[in-house]
């Protein structure tokens, strides 16, 4: 989805994914799915702490060290997205006014092409090599 409104849009609009952690994924997968938005153009992410809100919803597998989403937060600027939230208490909303179009519009980066992972100018060049999380802490 967000894939094809990046190609009918292009860098006019914004596209933002949100993913909470803690439900027992593994590190592998969240960087799988940091990837799969990146190519999918994502411009903006939020990581935020699973937290149950009743005895109805699933339980919390794991509760993530805010180092650790300072890890992955770093990972996903890494990517190339173009604002990262990443922390327990952060939710799909969290400070929207710092990622608005008229803060995002005083960013430089040019756009990101098709397959790639992340944008130039924000970083040395990906080459496609990632480091585990787990080896980056």
């Known amino acids: 989805m967000l894939r094809k409104v990046k190609a009918k849009r292009g860098d006019t609009l914004y596209t933002k994914s949100g993913l909470m952690l803690g439900l027992g994924e593994t590190e592998d ?34 509760f993530i060290p805010p180092l650790k989403f300072d890890e992955y937060g770093q990972r996903a600027r890494q990517l190339g997205f173009l604002h990262v939230a990443s922390g327990p208490m952060v939710r799909s909303s969290y400070h929207a006014d710092d990622f608005s179009p008229a803060t995002l519009s005083r960013q430089s980066d040019p756009p990101l092409k098709e397959g790639s992972l992340r944008r130039g100018g924000a970083g040395p060049p990906f080459d496609g090599a990632l480091v585990p999380l787990a080896a980056a802490s």
């Open 29 to 62: 997968e969240l960087r799988t799915a940091l990837e799969d938005l990146r190519r999918a153009n994502c411009d903006l992410l939020t990581l935020g702490q699973y937290l149950q809100p009743t005895l109805k919803h699933l339980p919390s597998v794991e």
